[in-house]
């Protein structure tokens, strides 16, 4: 009923940007937070960054000064610019919208994951 689909992956050279968006089709209320993790290979997943509805962002200290996360809460999307890309930062990206049930349950939707690989 409901998936998230991202987009703007893709090749870049170190020192490249990227701009990853993350959309939301079906009907999703309430979204809580929207975050972005990334999984390179042999490693696990791991938290990129998140932004709450209020606006509050975290970013892992790998990423910050780098990437920036935002969200359209009218389109349902949420963003991450990716600024001064690093070869470590090869991985594929994933973000994930969690919002409560009726029941106060945390209720996590995940997309499909889009690749993003900076060449040295």
């Known amino acids: 009923q409901v998936h998230l689909v991202e987009s703007g992956g893709g090749l870049v050279q170190a020192g490249g940007s990227l701009r990853l968006s993350c959309g939301a089709s079906?009907?999703?209320?309430?979204?809580?937070?929207m975050g972005w993790y990334r999984q390179a290979p042999g490693k696990q997943r791991e938290l990129v960054a998140t932004?709450?509805?209020?606006?509050?962002?975290n970013l892992a200290d790998s990423v910050k000064g780098r990437f920036t996360i935002s969200r359209d809460n009218a389109k349902n999307t949420a963003y991450l610019q990716m600024n001064s890309l690093k070869p470590e930062d090869t991985a594929v990206y994933y973000c994930?919208?969690?919002?409560?049930?009726?029941?106060?349950?945390?209720?996590?939707?995940w997309g499909q994951g889009t690749q993003v690989t900076v060449s040295s």
């Open positions: 079906g009907s999703i209320h309430s979204v809580s937070t």
């Open positions: 932004i709450t509805s209020s606006g509050s962002t």
């Open positions: 994930k919208f969690t919002t409560l049930s009726l029941t106060w349950k945390p209720l996590d939707y």
